[in-house]
């Protein structure tokens, strides 16, 4: 039957020529990082990408299952009870609402997450010693907000609904969300060039843009990276709200409110905005080396899309061979947190991980130049943004 499923799905590619498109796509159709030179946002064309050029010990961990921990401390009404009343002030294009002057939220004009302090929490996974432990909380509103016309009602009601989600078993946030992929995870994927949601999970795909895709078979439970992103953001729902289950929408290019295909489109036309633009240098730097600033670094929050160059380690030696603009960008992670060491990690869809990971294979899961700071991604760190 699978063989007659196959035939039937190749017969109809062919009289669908807008399949292609997706196979022509440049940005992170493929999954990367610092020595994982494979990962990059490669034109999908066929098969696998070359393989990690080394360099970055991976430390061995015990077999544990991915572990999610929400600390038993008894939580006040902060995190979690409903508040009559929020009080709310403007910053730049972000609305702050806070309880007894302390901030429990913060909105973003045009970008659909919601920062939230909550309960603690802390995430691992089998393949790496790290651990972040994060008392942040990222769900997505239905629609991009608003940060002049959203009303505070309107915004207090949500945040009221968010917050008792947060403290109640079984709906996960758009974090814990990711960890499910992971190794050893719940739904352990893969990792293939040109693996999209919609592959993952064995289904065909109407974009608003573009006529519908069918799913490759042969990448059923597997992501790229940038697939990974979306099944994450786009197809898993964070929240029901009002009786909606809320994530983001898909597009396959550069639809307004909607997160496209490639990590490069990602970067450039997502909803939100970009909290590190694109750098060719650290600002005031004495000598390139790649790695963020300290100012840089303090910009991006957890739930943030973090950008690279999989193609280029931007050491002294080889900045001026480095791309100069965004095309130059090949994979797209998600920051979760500071870890244990204090590290900046992230989780992407990798070739050496074969799938998305937190962990060191192919290159430490960090892009500040910490224990890594002579290799790796934080040499190969291009930007983020906020969806």
């Known amino acids: 039957m699978a063989t ?42 066929v098969g696998d990408e070359g393989e990690e050029t080394g360099g970055d010990e991976t430390p061995t961990t015990p077999d544990d299952e991915p572990v999610v921990e929400v600390e038993e401390e008894p939580q ?44 603690s929490r802390t995430f691992g ?45 079984g709906t996960q946030d ?49 992501l790229d990276c940038s697939g990974y992103m979306r099944l994450v953001w786009g197809s898993r729902t964070n929240f029901t709200y009002e009786g909606e289950d809320v994530s983001l929408p898909l597009s396959l290019k550069s639809v307004p409110g909607h997160l496209p295909r490639s990590s490069e489109d990602m970067y450039r036309f997502a909803p939100g905005k970009i909290v590190v633009p694109f750098r060719t240098h650290p600002a005031g730097a004495p000598a390139f080396q790649g790695a963020p600033t300290t100012t840089e670094l303090a910009a991006i929050e957890p739930g943030d899309l973090v950008f690279f160059d999989t193609q280029c380690n931007y050491t002294i030696a080889t900045a001026l061979l480095c791309g100069k603009d965004v095309g130059a960008i090949s994979h797209v992670g998600m920051f979760v947190g ?10 992407s869809s990798r070739t050496t991980a074969n799938g998305p990971t937190v962990g060191n294979t192919g290159g430490w899961s960090i892009f500040n130049a910490g224990a890594d700071g002579t290799g790796s991604y934080p040499q190969r760190f291009r930007g983020a943004r906020r969806l």
């Not at 499923?5 to 196979?23: C, E, I, N």
């Not at 629609?143 to 968010?162: G, H, M, Q, Y």
């Not at 500071?338 to 989780?347: A, L, Q, S, V």
């Open 174 to 222: 758009v974090i814990a969300i990711s960890y499910d992929y992971v190794e050893g995870g719940s739904k352990d994927a893969r990792y293939a060039l040109g693996a999209d949601f919609h592959d993952f999970l064995g289904i065909d795909w109407d974009p608003i843009d573009a006529k519908s895709i069918l799913a490759d078979l042969g990448l059923e439970g597997a």
């Open 125 to 169: 996974a089998a393949t790496s010693a790290s651990t972040v432990t994060t008392s942040t909380w990222v769900r997505t509103l239905s629609e991009p907000f608003d940060v002049e016309k959203t009303s505070e009602a309107k915004i207090s009601a949500w945040l009221n609904a968010a917050r008792g989600v947060n403290c109640d078993a």
């Open 338 to 347: 500071r870890d244990n060491g204090g590290n900046y990690r992230f989780i």
């Open 4 to 45: 007659i499923l196959a035939a039937v799905r190749s017969f109809a590619g062919a009289l669908l020529p807008s399949l292609a498109l997706a196979a022509t796509l440049t940005g992170c159709l493929g999954g990367g990082g610092g020595a994982d030179a494979g990962d990059e946002d490669t034109k999908v064309v």
């Open 76 to 119: 006040s009404a902060g995190p979690c009870g409903k508040v009559a009343t929020f009080s709310f002030a403007k910053s730049g294009d972000t609305m702050i609402a806070s309880v007894g002057g302390e901030p429990v939220a913060w909105f973003t004009h045009g970008g659909y997450s919601v920062r939230m302090a909550g309960a």
